[in-house]
């Protein structure tokens, strides 16, 4: 007998456990889904707002399995209106699954009549396998106070120092006064800041009440900078309202190449249809290594130009490469003056060239066979004025 009423104690306590376990995913102020199928939450869950103002919730719905979850209101006062939207269009459910988060907006717009208070309601997301509470908590005031607010498209954008960094930013007035904000920024040494509202430059801007607008901010570096991160601080401030925002330009290093001749010459000789060999050096002053660099020419019709080596795998900071550059002018060519221009061209960075003067000339071998020719005519006429001189 007692090891049936100990068989009977153990089944009741296993069913009383089981029993508690959806109790206690429902338990909590804010659930969060620790335990659950669907998971809600709300970015900013309690909110001020202005009578006859619209309030709007971003809500997240996650799930560990695909599936269709419902939404709902509960407790909202009478008088007001709530709608769900999630793709510009009203919903009242989401699909959502392991790697599916879905977003949607709980619009609640407030009637007129509204009483300064503060007023609570759930929004109720019921999925496959549990449903979810979320508290909401909406603050009615007679009159917002004056609150300015920044929002950063991307608060960090990379270049180098001649890069024009702009920055898209949103000001948005959340009180209930039109105010005037004026614009400041606290800029690292080597920048100058500009504020553009519709591609025109201000100081200051007009907001009206509960109004956005879209600046750009533009830094830009005057001189040449090292790589690194500079922080920029931009205030706007409107009466008592202030708003604050960083944003960071990080410079990035830079190669910068010269091409010039060993003795810093920029000129040469060659000679017709022989190959001549000339020294260059490809130095890097710039911030950064230049990697991958290749060399090319640009030559008169008919000439032949290579170098030794054709690309180079890096060039360090402050460094310099010989190169040797092997000339070939045309079988054709006539002595004279002729422009060659070498190109060095890195990976990431701008192509730098140098304009070379070769200075043709004919072969010396040549010059003796027209010597010898020229004698020899001479020799000829003279024998010949000899011979039939005497007759």
Do not use: C
């Not at 009741?12 to 429902?26: D, E, I, K």
């Not at 609640?108 to 759930?122: C, G, W």
């Not at 830009?220 to 790589?227: D, S």
């Not at 006539?334 to 960075?349: F, K, L, N, Q």
């Amino acid at each position: 007998m007692r090891k049936v009423v100990s068989i009977v104690s153990l089944v009741t306590l296993v069913v009383v456990a089981l029993g508690a376990v959806p109790a206690l995913a429902q338990d909590g102020d804010q659930p969060q889904g620790t335990g659950q199928d669907v998971v809600l939450f709300a970015k900013y869950p309690s909110q001020e707002a202005a009578i006859g103002d619209t309030v709007t919730f971003d809500l997240t719905i996650q799930a560990a399995t695909p599936q269709t979850v419902r939404l709902d209101v509960q407790g909202l006062p009478e008088g007001w209106t709530s709608t769900f939207r999630g793709g510009g269009k009203i919903v009242r459910a989401v699909y959502v699954g392991p790697d599916h988060d879905a977003s949607v907006d709980l619009r609640i717009e407030l009637p007129d009549n509204v009483e300064s208070a503060t007023y609570q309601f759930s929004v109720v997301a019921s999925g496959a396998g549990n449903e979810v509470s979320l508290p909401l908590e909406i603050v009615v005031q007679e009159k917002l106070p004056p609150r300015l607010r920044f929002d950063v498209d991307l608060p960090t954008l990379r270049g180098t120092s001649s890069t024009t960094f702009r920055f898209n930013v949103t000001l948005k007035n959340e009180g209930d006064e039109e105010i005037t904000v004026n614009l400041v920024a606290d800029t690292p040494p080597g920048f100058e800041v500009a504020f553009k509202l519709t591609g025109q430059e201000v100081t200051s801007v007009l907001l009206g009440a509960n109004e956005s607008k879209r600046l750009s901010i533009e830094a830009r570096p005057y001189v040449e900078l090292p790589a690194g991160s500079y922080p920029i601080e931009v205030v706007a401030q409107g009466g008592e309202a202030q708003a604050t925002v960083t944003l960071t330009a990080e410079v990035t290093g830079q190669p910068d190449l010269n091409v010039t001749g060993v003795d810093g010459r920029l000129s040469g000789q060659a000679y017709v249809g022989r190959e001549t060999t000339l020294k260059l050096l490809i130095q890097n002053t710039g911030s950064a290594p230049a990697r991958g660099v290749e060399l090319s020419a640009s030559q008169p019709s008919g000439w032949k130009v290579e170098f030794d080596p054709e690309q180079i795998a890096e060039i360090p900071t402050g460094e310099q490469v010989e190169v040797t550059m092997k000339v070939r002018p045309s079988e054709q060519a006539i002595a004279g003056d002729y422009m060659v221009t070498v190109r060095a061209r890195p990976e990431d960075g701008a192509t730098e060239s140098a304009e070379f003067r070769i200075t043709v000339k004919t072969s010396t071998m040549w010059g003796l066979v027209g010597v010898a020719l020229i004698a020899v005519a001479v020799f000829v006429v003279a024998q010949a004025v000899m011979r039939f001189g005497r007759r």
